[in-house]
């Protein structure tokens, strides 16, 4: 069983916690909030006693064996680098850290302690996106990606009412490629691996964040599109398409369905079946990678490719954090 603590008091905690529960592998000891009476009101709603309001306390007590992060954007690497130097475990949601050098610097530490650092990105995990990889030899050649992740914020018209919502604030390592794009990215080098080369596009707001954007992945015999947007509603599905057929997937960052279409063959469908809270599957093979001292594991590589790129399309961009001039020492 594992023993693990919460950072972070929010919705997509609560959904981590049920997804943990649910696999039996795991058991909630403790609650982070930089108020005491936010991580008290939290934990009461699962009759759990242990809470903190400070960082240093929780990564050195005996109670955690892993630790479960979901902070703003930029203190994801710090945060993980407190509790990996105490030799604790880390699972740290989307994305891992604001840039490059803080994952690298992360994965370095980790290894060091024999700890497994995990990213939680769900779309990678699900047993739809496990179904698109077998499928991928039905299309024939690949010719043509076209992933889209496009959803307008709830957060925007406070933005546009002259409010500085995280979501749009780069002082928390955010914007439209960080939060959304990072999602159908993941999946594209997931499948397809590292591209030969990459282009990027993308929007500005005044904050100084990126709205909206593109990327293009460029790979021997195909390119991945990728469009990404926190200031618009995408309701198309992403597609595959092979010389022998194309494949359709809803909702590329939990892979909802999966249709096969071929020449002259009626449609195929082949959505599997999924658990709702789609984090199941993530926290299924932390748990598993944990058990299984497994340090070195893929999701890692993947983590570094994702972030190399995103860290460099934001420079092309001319997205800057505060977080890129204060580099994990």
């Given at each position: 069983m594992i023993r693990f603590g919460v950072i972070g008091t929010n919705w997509i905690t609560d959904s981590y916690i049920e997804a943990a529960l649910k696999t039996g592998k795991y058991q909630l000891a403790a609650v982070y909030s930089r108020q005491i009476e936010n991580a008290q009101e939290f934990a009461a709603k699962y009759d759990v006693s242990l809470c903190f309001d400070s960082l240093e306390e929780m990564s050195a007590s005996d109670a955690l064996d892993a630790v479960y992060i979901a902070s703003p954007n930029s203190l994801h690497g710090p945060q993980a680098k407190l509790f990996i130097e105490q030799g604790k475990h880390v699972i740290g949601e989307k994305p891992l850290a604001s840039n490059i050098a803080e994952v690298d610097a992360l994965i370095t530490m980790a290894r060091e302690k024999g700890v497994v650092?995990?990213?939680?990105?769900?779309?990678?995990?699900?047993?739809?996106?496990?179904?698109?990889?077998?499928?991928?030899?039905?299309?024939?050649?690949?010719?043509k990606v076209y992933f889209s992740y496009c959803q307008l914020s709830s957060r925007y018209s406070k933005y546009l009412n002259g409010e500085n919502p995280n979501t749009f604030n780069p002082a928390f390592s955010n914007g439209s490629l960080m939060d959304i794009g990072i999602y159908p990215l993941s999946a594209a080098?997931?499948?397809?691996?590292?591209?030969?080369?990459?282009?990027?596009?993308?929007?500005?707001?005044?904050?100084?964040?990126?709205?909206?954007?593109?990327?293009?992945?460029?790979?021997?015999?195909?390119?991945?599109?990728?469009?990404?947007?926190?200031?618009?509603?995408?309701?198309?599905?992403?597609?595959?398409?092979?010389?022998?057929?194309?494949?359709?997937?809803?909702?590329?960052?939990?892979?909802?369905?999966?249709?096969?279409?071929?020449?002259?063959?009626?449609?195929?469908?082949?959505?599997?079946?999924?658990?709702?809270?789609?984090?199941?599957?993530?926290?299924?093979?932390?748990?598993?990678?944990?058990e299984k001292q497994h340090i070195d594991h893929s999701g890692l590589a993947r983590t570094q490719i994702v972030n190399t790129i995103i860290t460099q399309a934001r420079n092309v961009v001319g997205v800057r954090f505060p977080a890129d001039e204060d580099m994990l020492v």
């Open positions: 650092l995990f990213e939680a990105m769900k779309t990678t995990y699900t047993p739809n996106f496990q179904r698109i990889r077998e499928a991928l030899p039905k299309l024939g050649k690949l010719r080098i997931g499948l397809f691996g590292e591209p030969n080369s990459f282009t990027a596009q993308g929007v500005l707001l005044d904050s100084g964040v990126d709205a909206h954007g593109t990327l293009v992945l460029h790979y021997s015999q195909f390119d991945v599109v990728i469009s990404h947007s926190k200031v618009s509603d995408g309701l198309i599905p992403s597609e595959l398409q092979g010389e022998q057929g194309t494949m359709l997937v809803d909702g590329i960052s939990e892979c909802k369905s999966v249709m096969l279409h071929r020449p002259g063959e009626p449609a195929l469908e082949l959505t599997q079946s999924q658990e709702e809270n789609v984090m199941y599957y993530e926290a299924v093979e932390f748990a598993r990678l944990v």
